[in-house]
């Protein structure tokens, strides 16, 4: 088991390193396309809409863990949730935010940095 998660860790830090190479290559959005430069307020904004389109749960699930901090095992103690089921949320969110802001997803991560 622990075997297993080490590699798991080990294969995610490779695709997080890999996309970082990959957004580094890109030319920022701002040479390409200057009228595509958005506040802080504007990439919030464009998170809330989309968020505001999925369910209850998947929502609070998604703002406890991103904006609050909170493990897996507390939001499904805190929501009366099992473990998986706060994992399929998030997941589907998380397609559901990549599907819709695409484009604005190098941004959005660096929201997440900072919070």
């Known amino acids: 088991m622990r075997k297993n998660s080490c590699l798991n860790f080990l294969k995610h830090q490779e695709y ?3 996309y970082a190479e990959n957004i580094q290559k890109k030319a920022p959005v701002y040479e390409t396309e ?16 989309t968020l505001n389109k999925l369910p209850e749960n998947y ?5 406890k863990s991103f904006f ?20 399929r949320y998030k997941q589907k969110t998380m397609e559901l935010l990549r599907n819709e802001l695409k484009e604005y997803m190098p941004l959005l991560l660096l929201l997440f940095l900072r919070a």
């Open 16 to 18: 997080e390193w890999s």
């Open 34 to 49: 200057p009228d595509s430069i958005y506040t802080l307020d504007e990439l919030y904004r464009m998170l809330y809409e």
């Open 68 to 87: 609050e901090g909170k493990t897996h095992t507390e939001i499904a103690e805190e929501m009366n949730l099992s473990v998986k089921s706060i994992n």
């Open 59 to 63: 929502r609070t699930v998604f703002i």
